[in-house]
């Protein structure tokens, strides 16, 4: 069975950092899209970052490029989310996600409709 976990969410002041884990298990192998996005209070999911794993091809929101980093670890499937200069605005809670198939994803890879498997969610607080 399809599985993601999220680790590595907490607070931190502002300009700090975070690294974001997610264990990825059950998934048939191969190359895929998964990502990272993110929900804050009362706002829509929106995507942050994702990688094809196949080409390593990365995605980024224009709102954490420079500033984000995302990777993925081929011999434990686990992505990763380096958060640097993290600001208040970055304050929410954090979702690994994939897709049943790379058709679904391919067109709109940052597109939270594009993907159907979900984590729990790790929570992100930046504090000034």
């Known amino acids: 069975q399809e599985q993601l976990v999220e680790s590595g969410g907490g607070s931190v002041e502002v300009g700090g950092s975070l690294r974001l884990s997610c264990a990825a298990s059950g998934f048939t192998a191969g190359p895929n899209y998964i990502g990272w996005f993110l929900q804050a209070p009362g706002k829509e999911r929106e995507g942050v970052a994702c990688?094809?794993?196949?080409?390593?091809?990365?995605f980024y929101a224009d709102s954490v490029k420079g500033r984000f980093t995302i990777s993925h670890d081929k011999s434990s499937n686990t992505l990763y989310l380096q958060m640097n200069r993290l600001a208040p605005e970055d304050t929410a809670t954090y979702y690994c996600?994939?897709?049943?198939?790379?058709?679904?994803?391919?067109?709109?890879?940052?597109?939270?409709?594009?993907?159907?498997?979900w984590g729990q969610g790790t929570q992100v607080t930046v504090s000034s």
């Open positions: 996600a994939a897709p049943v198939a790379i058709a679904h994803t391919w067109r709109d890879p940052l597109s939270p409709k594009s993907y159907e498997y």
């Open positions: 990688i094809y794993t196949g080409l390593r091809n990365t």
